[in-house]
Each structure stands twice: as C-alpha cells, then as structure tokens.
C-alpha cells in the first residue's frame, strides 16, 4: 500500500497507454472538423486564456453541465468583475457548454492528464480557483494546480459504491490525493462520510447538497419549451395516446422494454400506447434503431424526421440534450441504466415535472436521492429478479400507472415535492466557497469588495 499517491506508476502507465488514446484522438480529428480542435485543446495547444481573476469550472459531460451552470450563475452574480472558464471531458457536453454558457470567457475540453500538458494548461489559464464537479479526480492536474498555490475545490462531490471499493485500493495514497483539494462539498452525508474514509481532512469536507435539484434559469425553460413544442409537431406529441418515455437506456434495457411494450399495448385500453426511448449514449444510436425496428411495426427517429411520425408506435431519441424537454410529454418516465447492473441514471427531472418515475432495481450510484425519494413514496422501484422475469415486471408496473390515474398522480405528486424539497443546493455551495474559499483568494476577494 502506498503512503504517497504514485505518481511515477500512474504517468507510467499513461506513458505506456499514449499511443492508444492518440490513435483515438487522431482518427476522430480525421472523422470530425471540430475534433482538430479538440484534440489541441486536450493537449493545452492554444487554449483561450481571458485576463484574471478566472474561475475554472470543469464538468464532465452534459449532466455535470446542467448541474454546474446554476453554480456558475451565481459566482457571476456575485463576483460580477471576474472571468469563468468552463472545461469538458467529452464532445457532448462540450456542446451543451457552448450553447448555454455562451456568456463565459472560454469554453474548451479538458486537458489530458500528462504532467507536461497539466502543467501547460495551468501556466497558461493562471485561475484564481478551480472547481471541479462531482468528483473529477486527475493527479498531475490536482499537484500543476497545487505547484501553483491555485485552490481547487471539489463540488458536488458523489463516491459511487464502484468509485469507493476502486479508490480504497490505493489506501493512503488516495488520502494524498485528495488532500490536494481545499474544499469537497458532497452531495450527501453519506458521501461525506465515504470521501473522510479515503483521506479527505474531515476540516474540508461539507455536506451542501445535490445541484441537479436546482430549478432550471429561465433560459433554459425558454430552451425546453422550444424543443417540446418541436417533439409535438414531429410526432403528434399531447394527442391523448399514453405516452412512456424511457430516458439514459443502456445496452441490454432496451430489448427489455420492447418486450413489456409489446405485452402493454396487447392490454384493455393500451393499444395505442407509445414509446419514446432515449439512449444514453450516441454511438449506441444506429444499433438501438436496428433492435427497435425489428421488434416494432413503425419506428421513427428524432434524427431522421419522415411522413409516418405521427403514426409511430416507437420514436427514438436519437439526439442529445433533448430528454428533459421530452419528458414533459410522458404519462410516466422510466429511467434507464437501473434493469441491468450499471448503477442508474439521473431520477430527478422526470420528478421536477410531476411525472411517475420508475426504475429497476440497480440503482446504485444514487443511492442518497433514491433514499429521499423511497421514504417519501415518490417512485416504484422494481423488486430484484432474474433476467427473464423483468419485461412483466416493467410491464406491470407501467399498466398500473397508466390505468389508475388516481395512484399516478399521487406519485408524481410526491416525487415533485420531494425535489422541490430539496433545492438549496445551490445556496449551499456559494455559502460554503464564500466563506471558507473566496476571502483567501486575494484576487477575488479584491473583486467581492472584502
């Protein structure tokens, strides 16, 4: 076990595995125009660097995003003269960060992990404080940033069972690590509890909540509203003919729901009962529609709009960044990544609207939100099964819901309360950065007028 973080070993590795990821990278900059300047951006080549103080917000992907940008809203708001810089892991969240943080100074992917372009990458931006979104842990990009004296503070901090056992391994050396942060503000006690276990100095760590319940700005209900009303015009949307949309699915759900979909329509009533299923991820897109048209009479896709839309029985979301706005559309909201064991997917939008939400049984990687959710009667969770037994457990479930309204809306009731219940996340993490970050930054204390 090693009392320091290994570095040698970890850039070894990184060294070893350099011609993998750069063939990765290479042949997407050769697919995609857009991947030329990714590709520079993850090696800190010619990154965007606005004047200080800077804030460097970095998220991972399109769900990290929406959650750091009421955070990053209310930094402006309260340090009006300083500069916001956000960075993303992947393509897609990249895009959501362009198209609704278009007010930030610098928008970029972010940098590989090598010690020479961490190094790079901090030189050359020079933040004042760097915030990372739910638990973003990169070793030479945490030590460039401490070489520096420059904060970084970890927001919205989740430990996964998964992410816990896999960094226990590293015994001390995880504590070392996590050290190198100034603040860890976590999404709950227990992932409070869970970051102290692995090293974190208990004086560092709060609890301030989940910022995936803020409410969303009114950009961004202006943004949903457009795309709900798109959805409608595309495929008839809102006509009376129930509605499930299945969102975040994961390779192996999505045969399972096609067969509860096929034994629901078969039902008193339901035969004129609709899918629309959102895949998590988009390279999975073409094969999902493969699988859906040879189980289905009719598929239509939101990519690829046709004559016979309005008449599907199954409508593949085959975009990104539009679930949300779908969701307003649903009798009831499945949440995908939960049939099979990957740890679930986000519950909470499909709550913010009032929607009956349920899940299969593997929901691990929300545990705290499942918990809150649970104890108040907001969500039909199914009971733990074999394979084979899970399309007419998902089937009964979603018959319930669409033939008793009284108990659908008594569950969408409760999961909107629940959520609205738990919306000072926000409030929270400013608090915690304005007291125990922004007054030792003099840079952006000067700004706050302290």
Same mark, same amino acid.
């Given at each position: 076990m090693f009392s320091r973080f290994p570095f040698?070993?970890?850039?070894a590795a990184l060294t070893a595995g350099a011609p993998l990821w750069l063939s990765y990278y290479g042949a997407r900059a050769l697919r995609r125009r857009t991947s030329c300047r990714s590709l520079r951006e993850r090696l800190a080549c010619g990154l965007p660097c606005p004047p200080p103080p800077l804030i460097w917000l970095h998220c991972v992907s399109v769900g990290e995003t929406l959650a750091?940008?009421?955070?990053?809203?209310?930094?402006?708001?309260?340090l009006p003269a300083a500069r916001f810089a956000i960075s993303t892991t992947t393509d897609a969240g990249q895009a959501r960060a362009r198209e609704q943080l278009a007010w930030m100074d610098a928008r970029f992917h972010f940098p590989l992990d090598l010690p020479w372009v961490a190094d790079r990458a901090v030189a050359s931006l020079k933040p004042a404080l760097v915030i990372i979104l739910e638990t973003e842990i990169w070793p030479n990009f945490l030590r460039a940033c401490a070489r520096r004296g420059v904060?970084?503070?970890?927001?919205?901090?989740?430990?996964?069972?998964?992410?816990?056992?896999?960094?226990?391994?590293?015994?001390?050396?995880?504590?070392?690590?996590l050290r190198r942060f100034t603040l860890c503000l976590m999404q709950s006690a227990e992932d409070a509890e869970r970051i102290r276990q692995l090293g974190a100095p208990a004086e560092r760590v709060l609890m301030t909540g989940n910022l995936k319940y803020a409410p969303p700005n009114a950009a961004e209900r202006a943004r949903r509203d457009r795309i709900a009303a798109d959805?409608?015009?595309?495929?008839?949307l809102g006509d009376g003919r129930p509605c499930i949309v299945a969102g975040s699915t994961v390779e192996?759900?999505?045969?399972?729901?096609?067969?509860?979909?096929?034994?629901l329509r078969a039902r008193p009533g339901l035969s004129r009962c609709r899918l629309l299923?959102?895949? +998590?991820?988009?390279?999975?897109?073409?094969?999902?529609? +493969?699988?859906?048209?040879?189980?289905?009479?009719?598929?239509?896709?939101?990519?690829?709009?046709?004559?016979?839309?309005?008449?599907?029985?199954?409508?593949?979301?085959?975009?990104?960044?539009?679930?949300?706005?779908?969701y307003r559309w649903a009798d009831v909201a499945f949440i995908g990544g939960s049939l099979v064991p990957r740890g679930g997917h986000n519950i909470l939008e499909p709550a913010a609207e009032g929607l009956p939400v349920v899940t299969g049984h593997h929901m691990e990687n929300f545990r705290a939100i499942l918990n809150r959710f649970r104890a108040a009667d907001a969500i039909w969770q199914l009971a733990p099964g074999m394979p084979d037994e899970l399309p007419a457990a998902l089937a009964t479930a979603l018959e319930t819901l669409l033939t008793d309204p009284a108990r659908a809306s008594g569950l969408g009731s409760r999961?909107?309360?629940?959520?609205?219940?738990?919306?000072?996340?926000?409030?929270?993490?400013?608090?915690?950065?304005?007291?125990?970050?922004?007054?030792?930054?003099?840079?952006?204390?000067?700004i706050r007028g302290d």
């Open positions: 040698w070993l970890y850039n750091g940008q009421p955070l990053a809203e209310a930094l402006r708001e309260r904060p970084v503070v970890l927001v919205n901090g989740r430990l996964s069972d998964r992410s816990f056992a896999r960094y226990r391994r590293l015994g001390r050396g995880m504590g070392d690590l959805l409608q015009r595309q495929f008839g192996g759900e999505e045969a399972i729901l096609a067969e509860a979909f096929a034994w299923l959102a895949p +998590r991820h988009p390279e999975r897109f073409a094969a999902v529609a +493969r699988e859906l048209q040879r189980r289905s009479r009719l598929v239509a896709r939101r990519s690829q709009p046709g004559p016979d839309d309005e008449r599907a029985d199954v409508i593949l979301l085959d975009t990104i960044g539009e679930l949300v706005a779908a999961a909107k309360a629940t959520w609205a219940a738990e919306t000072g996340a926000v409030a929270a993490t400013v608090a915690a950065l304005e007291s125990r970050i922004l007054p030792s930054i003099p840079a952006l204390g000067a």
